[in-house]
């Protein structure tokens, strides 16, 4: 795979959420595994580098994925999770507050049908609590998509997302 063929806002994303979800600050994680601050940042903006290196590897596995997830989420992959690497799930209370706070049209789309990709946007580099979440759902309906249209719907998907991230970035420089 080409360099070009990589994408690096992706892996910053995605190593960006685990380590939110392990509870960590970037501060704690550079700290950790004896980095800067300002490394683990530039990982997570999206820098684009020539090849993986071992700093990629040691955030992916401090986040619980294993060494070689780096290549599949540059290829569009999901991260293969480490043996014995988890998070704890949410409890059932924690779900249902969750829940409640939705709206009925959003808790049925979320419920229903299959996950087929999620994003998480941060919304202010300052603020690493604001996120915006999205998901792509194939419903539950039969028969299953052509592979037409999951192309379609994937290319879709792809242009949201850019979509999405370019209205934040837009925030973030004042225009």
Do not use: C, N
């Not at 540059?74 to 249902?96: C, I, K, M, Y």
Request: aromatic content about 2%; glycine content about 8%; hydrophobic content about 40%.
């Amino acid at each position: 795979m080409s360099t070009m063929d990589r994408d690096w806002v992706r892996l910053g994303r995605m190593l960006a959420a685990a380590r939110k979800a392990a509870g960590l600050t970037q501060g704690e994680m550079a700290s950790e595994l004896d980095l800067a601050r300002a490394t683990v940042q530039k990982i997570e903006r999206g820098h684009e580098y020539g090849k993986v290196t071992p700093t990629h590897r040691a955030l992916a596995q401090r986040v619980g994925w294993t060494a070689d997830s780096v290549e599949a989420v540059l290829a569009g992959s999901e991260p293969d999770r480490a043996v014995g690497a988890h998070s704890p799930p949410p409890t059932t209370p924690e779900l249902d507050s969750v829940l409640d706070e939705l709206s009925e049209r959003v808790r049925l789309a979320l419920l229903g049908g299959q996950v087929v990709d999620g994003d998480v946007i941060d919304l202010a580099p300052d603020d690493p609590d604001s996120v915006a979440v999205l998901i792509l759902k194939r419903g539950a309906t039969r028969p299953p998509a052509s592979p037409e249209r999951m192309r379609e719907d994937l290319r879709k998907w792809s242009q949201l997302q850019r979509a999405a991230r370019q209205i934040f970035s837009d925030d973030e420089s004042g225009s």
